[in-house]
């Protein structure tokens, strides 16, 4: 049942950062509501230094967004949930899993 063709959403931080931590909550959120159209990926700059510096990742936090195997979208710094559902939108296909209240 793997969708291979939904969007990776990298989130690039390292422990230390402040920003970052701070939307680590956001994005759990984020992955548990797009499961289905959308896959996050979070990575340690530090321990992932090649990765970053191939993307071009000088701030902590940045989120790229990767289709098709190359990167379409990126925000740097710390955004807002509905700046990043504004990047999303264009890429993301179907609709979301509606979550029963």
């Known amino acids: 049942m793997g969708n291979e063709t939904r969007p990776i959403l990298l989130f690039f931080t ?4 402040g920003p970052a931590r701070r939307m680590e ?6 992955a548990r ?4 159209r959308l ?12 990765v970053a510096k191939r993307l071009r990742v000088t701030d902590v ?3 790229i967004l990767v289709k098709d195997k190359r990167p379409v979208a990126r925000l740097e710094g710390r955004v807002s949930a509905p700046q990043i559902e504004r990047m999303l939108e264009p890429y993301l296909v179907g609709s979301p899993e509606t979550v029963a209240a």
């Open 14 to 17: 390292t422990p230390t950062s």
């Open 25 to 30: 909550s956001l994005l759990a959120h984020l």
């Open 33 to 36: 509501k797009e499961r289905s």
């Open 39 to 50: 896959r996050v990926s979070r990575i340690d700059v530090d321990a992932s230094a090649e």
């Open 61 to 63: 936090p940045t989120l």
